[in-house]
């Protein structure tokens, strides 16, 4: 398996502007992690889905970020309207939960956000 | 709400010595911890994975210990290579949420 695919690897982006990071889980896995990586806050995560279903978006910074997973395969972060504030590294990671599984979360390479 | 906090922050240490990394956490009902591994630039990834029911995991020159009851865990490296520099960063596992610390970047000095 690839693992988990993010994409872009680096977006460079102006204030204001839409941002959209998207998000490819591992096959299989039935549930799906955004995380947010900066240097005075350290990892964070954002929001949680399982079977395709937003569980947990406390997280979620305000309103300008929304999240979606249409369907097992995808999922996307979208900023509107960026702000300088959000310039971070996005990681998404995805798990099996259920059963007798560990509960392992395998992490994409990330989506570094600059916004100027 | 869970707090992880990891001892040091940074090491620097040179070739060969053992290094010992520290990690402790306020709720100790977790499910599991996790070591995970960064290098800059780049993603996680994970080391060793210790369920609750266990006290320690080894794989080649990493160990890690748990002690759920007094919410501290330890990697050990042993015979720290170069290729060991990189930002270590200890998770818990609550419900279905990974808690992170703030990480410990160790720099082996050849």
């Known amino acids: 398996d690839a693992g988990v695919i993010q994409s872009p690897r680096h977006e460079v982006t102006e204030m204001g502007q839409e941002v959209t990071l998207r998000c490819k889980p591992i096959?299989?896995?039935?549930?799906l992690f955004w995380y947010r990586q900066t240097m005075m806050r350290g990892l964070e995560l954002l929001i949680y889905?399982?079977?395709?279903?937003?569980?947990?978006d406390s997280g979620m910074p305000e309103d300008r970020f929304s999240a979606k997973m249409p369907n097992a395969s995808f999922s996307t972060l979208k900023i509107q309207p960026s702000e300088p504030r959000d310039s971070a590294v996005y990681f998404c990671?995805?798990?099996?939960?259920?059963?007798?599984?560990?509960?392992?979360?395998?992490f994409g390479a990330g989506t570094r956000l600059s916004v100027l | 709400k869970q707090e992880v906090t990891q001892i040091p922050a940074a090491l620097s240490v040179p070739e060969g010595e053992n290094l010992v990394l520290n990690c402790s956490f306020t709720d100790s009902a977790i499910y599991n911890l996790q070591w995970f591994r960064q290098d800059p630039g780049k993603g996680l990834t994970s080391l060793l994975l210790?369920?609750?029911?266990?006290r320690e995991q080894t794989s080649g020159r990493l160990n890690a210990s748990l002690d759920k009851s007094s919410g501290r865990s330890t990697l050990y490296i042993a015979a720290s290579q170069p290729g060991d520099s990189a930002t270590y960063l200890c998770?818990?596992?609550?419900?279905?949420?990974?808690?992170f610390g703030a990480g410990t970047t160790v720099t082996v000095r050849a």
């Open positions: 889905f399982n079977n395709n279903v937003p569980i947990d």
């Open positions: 210790i369920q609750s029911s266990q």
């Open positions: 990671a995805s798990s099996f939960s259920g059963g007798e599984s560990k509960n392992i979360q395998y």
């Open positions: 096959s299989g896995h039935n549930s």
């Open positions: 998770a818990v596992f609550n419900d279905y949420k990974l808690s």
